[in-house]
Each structure stands twice: as C-alpha cells, then as structure tokens.
C-alpha cells in the first residue's frame, strides 16, 4: 500500500466511536477509577498502554519544550494554603452556578440546564412545524453530557419566544448566576425531567478543600493549575536564570478540579494531567528571537472578532500574517501558538482537525486578558486541549501586594533616564518606642505605598503637618508627624529599569490531547471493518514492537530470546506474543494497541539469523538481519525517518497473513 | 587524578551537613513550598536541579524496573473514595499517636515527646553523674526533628529508674497510645517546655480527607500510596496479562500523608513521590526465573533475630545464602533485594551506607507479613528509602470479601485433582417472588458463602428444613427452607486450582532516596574546602554539560552555537554559561549543580574545531573534534563507559584552571 492508499483506507469506514471505546477500555488504555466499588464520576485510571501512551507524550512535551528551550522545570507541591488561592482570586472566582432541586436533592449546573431545556423546546417547536432537526454540530459540552431531556416534545412555540431563545443560546457562556437565575424564572426552567422548581443558582468553588496539619486550622486546596507555584517561585527562578529575561518555566503535574457533574470520559474529569509554562517578558518587547522559525506555518484562526459577529468560519494564514495584522496580539504569543502545532502534529494530532480560537470577553478566567486556544475537532465536538492565556502581570503582582515581596526584573538602561517621583523616608529610631512590636508592620506598610498614596499624602502632610493611616492587623487609625516622615518629590538619574514582566502561558490538558489523539488516530481496515486500528506515531505508541515467533516450536525460542535481548538493550519498549493464536490475530489485536511494528521470528530466522519486519499500516513487511531490522525501527521511530527510506537496504517480503 | 586519588580527596574533608543544605537552597534543588506566604511545614518544591535529577532517577528507574521486566505500569488517581480506604484498613489504622496541651494548644506525637523526655532525663543524669555524654548515633527520627527539649538540667535519677528508661527507649516503636498514655502520667511526661499536663494520646488519622462532588456527602481522601488503585485494577491486569501469573504492576506518582508535625527538609514531608511496584505471585511457588542474576551480589542485612536480641551488628552475605538459610523467605523476595540494590547503587547510593533492615514484629504496617526495609545512612541516621514488604493476600482478599467481586488466578493443573466441598444450589425462580428488589442481594449473599458457613448452615438445614441469616442492608432476619436451597457435600474433579495470588511490594520514596544521595555524593575539594562538589553518577545528573565560551569574544559566538545545537539534537541536557566571570568560577559553580562535564569553546575551536572536555571529579581534561568529544560523553553517561575507556582516543590537555 502506498502513502495514498493508505490515506485511503484510513477514511474508507465511517468512525465509530462506541467501537473505538470499547477497544480503548478493553485493551485496558483506561477505565472508571474504583470500579469495583461502583466508580466515582470525573474519576479514571489508566492501564499499560495508556500509561505508557501518556508517558510518552509527556517525555516529547519536555522534549520539544523544556529542553529545546531551556526552560526551567520545576515541581511545586499540590496541596496549597488558603491564603495562596485567596490572594490568586481562585477562592472568589473559580466556579460554576450549581442549582439544587429541593424535592430530590439533585443538582444541576445552571447554564447546562438553561442550555438543555431550551435546545429541547427549539426541537420539540421545529417538529411541531413540521421541520426536520437537521443535526448541528452540537459544541463539546453538550454532546458529552448525559442528556437530562429525555423526551423532546412537539409544541409550536410563538415566532417572538423562538428568537428569543436562540439569542440565549448564543449567549449562554457568558450569563452570571443572577442572570442564569433570572432566565429560569422568567422561561419556567426546572428539573427538566419532573419540571419542578430548582433553588436560585449558588456559585459551587470547584477547589477541593482539605485541612493540613493535626489541628485542622490551615485550611488548604488541592491546586487548580501548577501555575501558581511558579509565579510563587519566580524570584527563585529568575535568580537561578542569573537575573536574565525573557525565561519561562515549566511544570508537569496532577491538578484538580471538583466538576459538578463530570461525565464523558477523558474530557472531562476531577484529576488530570497538566503540562504548563509560565515564559516571563519585558512587557515592553514581545518580541522573540527564534520567532523566524515559526512564522511561515499556516494555521487556522477563529478570531474574537468572527465569533462576535456570529460566524465560525475560520481564517487561514501564516503566524507572520497573524502577528503583522495584529489578530496575535505579539511575536511570543505567536511563537507559541506555532510551537504548540508542531507539538500536537509531531504526536499524533491530525492537523486538519486543529484550530486556534480566541476567547471573547467575557468568557475569559479571571487572571487573563488575552486567550487562544487550541481547539481539538472530536466526535463530541471541537475541545479546548490547551490554552495559550496572556495572565499579563496579574499573578506576580497580587502576590507582591499581599505578601509585600518585590517580584521585579531589574534591567541595565542603556542610557540612564531621569525619573521624578515622590520618596518617602523614615526616621526609624522613633518607630521602635512608639509602635513596639507593630513597628515592623508600620513600616513596611508605609515603604510599600504607592506614587499615588504617597502624592496624596505628601499634600496632607504639608498642609497639616501630619497624616493618618489605617493598616491592617494595627487597631485604629496611625497618626504621624512630620517628625516621623518626610515625603518629597525627588528626580534622580536612573541606571536600571525595575518591572513586574508579564506572563505568557501555554497550558496544557495532557488527558484531553490523549483521547483526541485517540480518535484521530483511529480507523478501520476497509476489507474487515471489525478490524480497529490505533495508527500512533511510532515515537509515542505505549509499545513500539511486537516480537512474534511463528509458532510455539522449542526450537524458536532462544532466538527469540536473542532477539529480546537486544530490543531490551536498545532501550525500545517491545511485547512478546508467543500465545498459540494465528499471527493474523496477533497482529490485529496489536493494531487496537497501536504498535507499530511487528518482528516475525520462523525457522529461517533460526538457520540465517534474518527476520521480517512488519509495519502497521501498509501491513508491508521487509526481511533482514536482527540488527538492520532494530536499526530500521530505531530510524523510523525516534529520528522521523520515513518508512520507504529506512528500510530501502532490506528485502521486501510477502506477508505471511497474505500466503 | 586517579580513581584512587579522587576517593581519597572525596574522604578528606569531614561532611558539612549545613554547607550542604545551603547549596540545595542556593542552587534551589528545593525550597520550603509558598515561602513567600511563610511556608507551610512538611511541603517542599523542586527547583530546576532537583526537578531534573527527580525526573533522571525515575526515568531510570522506569527503565531498571518497569521494561526490564515488562511490568504493567498504571496510572490511577490520588482522590480515593472512604470506602476503599475503610476496607483496605487505612480509615482505622492509619494513623499516628498525638497528645495536645490544652493550654497552649500545641500538638505534640506522643511517642516523640515520651521519648525525648526520658532521653533529655537520661542525659542529664549522665551529667549530674560526671559521665560525658559520649555522641551516640541517633536515629533518623530522633535528628531529624528539632529538639522540643531545650534545656538538659543535670539533675543525677535512681539507678532503678534509668534502667526502666532505657528499657522504655529499646520498645519505643512498639507502644500503644494507651500505653504511651501510661508512661506519661506514671513518669510525669508534659511539655517540654512549660512541664504542664497534655490530653491522653488520640489517635491522628494520617490521610488527608475531601469531599467530592457538589454535594459535600461523598467522603474522600488522598491516597496515602500508591498501592490500591493496583488492587483494585487487579483483574483488568491479568486479562491484560493474558491471565498469566507472576507478573508485576508498577505506579510512579505522588501520596500524602498528614504528618503530625514534620520537621528536616526532605525527609519527613506531607506530599511525596512514590514509585510502587506490586508483585503478584503464587503462595505455593515463590520461586524467580531470574533469580540466578542477583544471587551473587553480597549485601549488608539487618535481620530481625538479631535486632531483637538487642544487637545492630549487621550480617553480610550474598543473597543467595541468605535465602537458603531462609533468612529472607524466598527467592522472588531475594531477587528484589538484590534488583534495588543494582537500582540504587546505579543512580549514586554509597553501598557501604546502604543496609537491608527486616522490621520487627511490632513495627510492621496492618498489611505487611514480612518486610525488609533498605535503609540508607545519612547525617540524620539510617533512612528507610525503600521498604519491600509481603503484603501477603491481605489486600485482594479484603477487598473481594467488600466488593463480593472475585480477585484470583486460574492456574491449569498438570494432573487434574479430585475435591470436595460444599455447594450451594439456589432454586433461583422462588427469589424474585419472595425478596423483590432484594433478590440480587440475597443470592449474591448466599453464593458467597465461606465453606464453614455452608458446613454449618448443612447441618441446620438437614436438622430443622430451614435456615435463617441476617445479611447486610435487609431488615429482619431471612428464612430459607429446602425449597429454596440445597447444600450439600460434592467430590468433584478439578482442572484448574484458583488462588489468590500473594503480593511482594518493593515501594520507594524517590524524595528520601535522593536526599541520601546529596548527602552520599557530597564533598569538598581537599585544595579549597570552601568548594562542594556533588558527584552525581552523569546518568542521573541534572544537567549533563556546562558549555562554557572562554571569553564573551563574538568570534566565539557561531561555534558556541554550532556545538549547542549539536548537543541538543543528541538530546544531551546542558547548559551555556557565557557570563563573564573566570573559567575556574564557572566550573565551580556547576560543581555545585552536579554537572559531570566541561565543554571549553577557545580560539582554537574556531580555527581547528576541537574542544576540550572536562570531567568534574578528577579535573582532567582531554580535547578532540566536537564529534568525538560528545561520543566521549554519551559513552560515559548513558552506556556506563568508563571515564579512561571512553577518552583514550581524545588528547590529555593541560588545565586552563591549573595555568
């Protein structure tokens, strides 16, 4: 089979999902978490090749990020303190609206339910007028949720509502929960299958909270994101980096999110893997030196602007042309996008299924203020699989303000500049007898206004001789003379430029990536469609060959040994199937395990030490020696050699399933 | 230098335990977790060294354990629900004994203060007796946590009495809380420091708990190791397995544990990377296939006869003896005594501070029938890094006994064998009737019978025409005559045996090991004791290369960059340091860092293209074309080579630091 056919034959059968999942639990890629005990939602473990499919992926993320950049990987704990999360605003900010029947005790995610009921009065209207409901592609979030609606009921619905309706739905991700709630009263929405009333929508925090220590006071989270455990370090890190930007680090880890209802599987759960950088820079040069090395790939955009104008119709063109026309806003957030295309091509993504879609306003998390996403087409719809979030300098400085810290870059000027600003100075010898031991807190607090406080105070000072503050932790208010302070405007000759740098952020959902991955890689052989395949790019597949004695002849057996032994020095994770079953079978079930290779040992390889090797999806086979064969797979596995070309020295060979 | 002279010059200076930690800190292998926000006791982050060597040591353990003997690695969540947890034993015994002051409110662990009063106690009457107290080896434990004992007051006890104190001391893993509560109030044990009164010891659940789900009602904690979720995907393995016994899961992931009150850096932590293996094998065969591999390594053992007989004198063999003298139980135990030795010694333990520890009767975990710890030697005592423990069939049979879901192996017997025993025949048709929706129940209840019950619930049967059972979540007790079931004793003969397979446990704490071995690869040039060196095997080091321009000329610049991009397509970790101060203080600094080798970029390089290499130990240094010198480094680093071997083609090259 050639290059086409074999493209050809990969599109010949209409995808299957309930199939392909059948295959991904049964070959044990994952399955629900404590099983046994019934299974808890949002909650999966994976078995060996799942395992060894998402080792794989993270071993070529650090690759292609952390080691080609030289970014700085850390890893930062996963249990965190209040006080950490407060400040972030993930406390205040990071949930959904949940809305609890009173009868039942079920509960609901607002805007899914708003969204569902809705959708099904739309459909039950169009009967009702006689019009088929064509099927939509439905968006992510829909298709993967249990439907709650479960009968669609035919009744015409008035011209003026059904608008309405429709305006709603295009709007509903960016509704707060008063507005959700407002929608449920004003459209009569209720628990869509007994139509009851629900309880107003609360917001439901979607940390998992824990106590740390035996006291049970410090109140902690399980991390949302590894981000804030790199922020917390960056002047580690920058210190580490020798006080040089632009720098990013890197982290690779487990975070957690308590969804209200998971359900769909990989897509979205309560445990997940997340790969994320934090690259710091010079908010005044997003410029990026290896730029020249991505902006001639063409990708597909769906900017803000189509979205908001109501159209999904995607843009094609160069990053260069993105960035030049500024629909990426800079150079770094453009070199991130392309390197997170190259990524997610190099492991498996089909890159005619990949798109970059900004955020619109209001959809945005609360620390960014610019997002692209890159969005994966799959049977449930096109999923966001990572995010490449401008957080600006939102973290660094919340940290800073609360916990008074400097989380600065302090660069060379060029050419010194003069800088006029207000200086406050103390004469500290009298804080000490006045203050005792608040005198440190009054301190800091006053070395830490800012030139506005400080531009009105400088004015109440003089005009009063005195000025007033409140400081929190120091009951009523503190008043100091001008013995105590002076603040003046100053200009002073500066050498060196002192900023908090913003953050770029690609963020990525490892398990969301795997399981698209999975169904772009999925086909069925054309000639026998029970016959699945997981066409894995040879560098992540959980195993790389399967080693096939032709029979359970004694005879067959140290060479297969040899051979082993070899693979297992070569450092190529390989199985061995010496099972009875005909080779045919062996090898079909390796398709639904994706191994890209298949080493056949016969009693020829026991005379001349030559075997033959098989590759998956052409189903050609090539005969040489042991090591021309290893050679060959080493090539084409971890070097991108093509096919045709690593094994141009070896012998084709007529397929044994063929005779 | 020769590998003599390097060993003497590492011996040399005496160990600096805090010149040391100030490295870790300042080159920030680690760091206390959100220090920022004051940091929160027992959470510790990896900075970039310390991520890349933990990265390093599990990669290689990866490939020593899990493809070298083609383990099935899973990946499983840490969220676990209450009810595995309760069944596995953990709600109920995992946890620790604390005793608080009701006055200040502090928390203390009851065996940590009963033991460091009475050794406070003794030491002082050593002094009042005039007996210096010679420095004894601590335990870990007993260093590892700041002293709560400020002051030693000399004051002389009954001889009577120092005898039941050092009685108290040998027994001190061994007591109960109620036991602990005893000693505190006969010998009138308080607070160190004020002397008041605590509670009675309490036992402090060591798993941290959650609620998952919207909720709140479903109780779960994080998993404290790795273990479970390998039992619980037992059966999904050995289908994955092709039902085929021994065979080994394997997991690498993070657990928890709420310490009471964690102290000394990396050894003692609330969070912490775990690398488990569980291996399912035959009670009636515990022989290994492989054990001819490891039968010659002579190691040090620490077994339990002699710890009880009050002696530390460890015993050296190999390990083929100590299984012959049963000494370690069987050979599968053996063989992965020896397999995490050869792991161990490869990624930079000191084998002479490496001892194998069997625990004594009383120390053993609720699960565990046999244990030998590896326990390695550091500055804070003998650390247990790697326990291998015989859970026995503790875990499976627990949780199919919960779950009624059968855990075993069906193993083909060579010649079929004859058995009888008891059987239950449900006439299934009279159930539905009678029991309605609790139908299911019952007769799962019934079916799953022990052969004692059945022989007993025979007897009444045949005696009266009925039995009665009280079975779990149905009220009222259940009444069956003989129309309902039959029990009877059958002979039948049997083809396949059924058993549930026994588990060996080898389990590491990947934190503790690499803090033993900062402290084993530790030392301080004789020349310059100011000057630490890690000497990390290169395989394991952080980075493996510091590239090092010799001045910040711009004709050094292209080739600087030729040899980078060489190294980082041959997949090599290394790191530019093209800072403008001394070749020797950036050699230096990278000592700090662990970095096995040089790479010197002069004049010449530009001209002829040579380079020099430098190994970090001897300071020798060698030159050759870049080709040649990156061959040198992957030899070293990656095939095991040794240094003299894998430069013997390269040219000696007079020191740049020594002119």
Known sequence: M????????????????????????????????????????????????????????????????????????????????????????????????????????????????????IEARLKGDKEARGIAAHPVEESADKKKRKKKVKEIKAIKLDDEIVKEYEVILA???????????????????????????????????????TAIGPSGQLKGYLRPETAQGQFLNFNKLLEFNNGKTPFASASIGKSFRNEISPRAGLLRVREFLMAEIEHFVDPLDKSHPKFHEVKDITLTFLPRGVQESGSTVPITETIEKAVATKMIDNETLGYFIGRIYLFLTKIGVDPKRLRFRQHMGNEMAHYATDCWDAELQTSYGWIECVGCADRSAFDLTVHSQKTKEKMVVRKKLETPIEVTKFEIDLTKKLFGPKFRKDAPKVESFLLNLSQEDLKTKAKELADSGKVTFTIEGIEGDVELDDKFIKIEEKTKVEHVREYVPNVIEPSFGIGRIIYAIFEHSFWNRPEDVARGVLSFPPLVAPSKVLLVPLSNNKELQPITKQVSDILRKSEIPFKVDDSGVSIGKRYSRNDEL??????????????????????????????????????????????????????????????????
């Open 2 to 117: 050639s290059v086409e056919e074999i493209q050809k034959a990969k599109q010949a059968v209409e995808f299957n999902r309930e199939q392909l999942e059948g295959i991904l639990r049964g070959r044990f890629f994952y399955a629900p978490a404590f099983d046994l005990y019934g299974g808890v939602s949002g909650l999966y473990d994976y078995g060996p090749p799942g395992c060894a499919f998402q080792a794989n992926v993270v071993d070529v993320w650090r690759k292609h990020f952390v080691l080609e950049e030289s970014m700085l990987e850390v890893d930062c704990t996963m249990l965190t303190p209040y006080e950490v999360l407060k400040t972030s605003g993930h406390v205040d900010k990071f949930s959904d609206w949940m809305c609890k029947d009173p009868k039942t005790g079920e509960i609901f995610r607002a805007d899914h339910i708003v969204e569902e009921v």
């Open 171 to 209: 709007k509903i991700d960016g509704f707060s929960g008063a507005e959700l709630g407002e929608l449920m009263v004003k459209y009569d929405i209720g628990n869509p299958v007994t139509g009851d009333k629900l309880e107003p929508p609360k917001a439901f925090n979607l940390m998992f909270e």
């Open 594 to 659: 994706g191994t890209p290779f298949g080493v056949t040992i016969d009693f020829d390889s026991v005379t001349d030490g030559s075997v033959t090797l098989r590759e998956r999806d052409s189903t050609k086979q090539v005969r040489g020696s042991v090591e021309a064969v290893i050679k060959a797979i080493k090539d084409v596995t971890y070097q991108g050699v093509a096919w045709d070309e690593a094994t141009k020295d070896l012998t084709p060979f007529v397929s044994q399933e063929a005779k």
